[in-house]
Antibody, heavy 120, light 108 residues
Framework: QITLKESGPTLVKPTQTLTLSCTFS??????????VGWIRQPPGKALEWLAH???????RYSSSLKSRLTITKDTSKNEVVLTMTNMDPVDTATYYC????????????WGQGTLVSVSS | DIQMTQSPSSLSASVGDRLTITCRAS??????VNWYQQKPGKPPKLLIY???SLQSGVPSRFSGSGSGTDFTLTISSLQPEDFATYYC??????????FGGGTKVEIK
């Protein structure tokens, strides 16, 4: 059974850097065909894909946020970390991590999400 | 980037209705479309992947079709637990991914 859990601050100030962790079980990021992605959802709005990373350390980023995002993995800890720089109130959202099925590029298991608010 | 235009943005329907939601891609994406259901306060749930493949455990009243630029999600007979928001997502080339704007299905 695949499980994922997001953790990180619930409140950040404008211009600060957000660091979110996704810890998971039920799969290994050292296994071919495995990936983990990040998706966010502002309150009452649609889903927005941010980034994903595959077992071979192949990384992809949203074009509109690429300059602000970094995704890394720690295979030994079963953890994926997303950093987003220069946070703004418009970045207030629930941030989800999810297991990516390589090939179809679908997100077949999701964490419960963590709400991050950006406010001074 | 590939854009996904989903329609309608909302609809009202009754239990037992047949429902169709559409997604149009800004360029041809073969069958690289996935569909999700999201209920309030919950993460999305994968329903359909690769345009028409039913995810394990998902009821057979859900189906997907399409190829190229036009895709549909159909619910053959709407059940009370199906009132939710539905999203399409393109994964063409698995380089950059995009979600549609969502369709909220409400009770008539």
């Amino acid at each position: 059974q695949i499980t994922l859990k997001e953790s990180g601050p619930t409140l950040v100030k404008p211009t600060q850097t957000l660091t979110l962790s996704c810890t998971f079980s039920g799969f290994s990021l050292s296994t071919a065909g495995v990936g983990v992605g990040w998706i966010r959802q502002p309150p009452g709005k649609a889903l927005e894909w941010l980034a994903h990373i595959y077992w071979g350390d192949d990384k992809r980023y949203s074009s509109s946020l690429k300059s602000r995002l970094t995704i890394t993995k720690d295979t030994s800890k079963n953890e994926v970390v997303l950093t987003m720089t220069n946070m703004d109130p418009v970045d207030t959202a629930t941030y989800y991590c999810a297991h990516v099925r390589y090939g179809s590029g679908c997100f077949d298991s999701w964490g419960q999400g963590t709400l991050v608010s950006v406010s001074s | 980037d590939i854009q996904m235009t989903q329609s309608p943005s909302s609809l009202s329907a009754s239990v037992g209705d047949r429902l169709t939601i559409t997604c149009r891609a800004s360029q041809s994406i073969s069958n690289f479309v996935n569909w999700y259901q999201q209920k309030p306060g919950k993460p999305p749930k994968l329903l359909i992947y690769a345009a028409s493949s039913l995810q394990s455990g998902v009821p057979s009243r859900f189906s997907g079709s399409g190829s190229g630029t036009d895709f549909t999600l159909t619910i053959s007979s709407l059940q009370p637990e199906d009132f939710a928001t539905y999203y399409c997502q393109q994964s063409y080339g698995t380089s950059t991914l995009t979600f549609g704007g969502g369709t909220k299905v409400e009770i008539k």
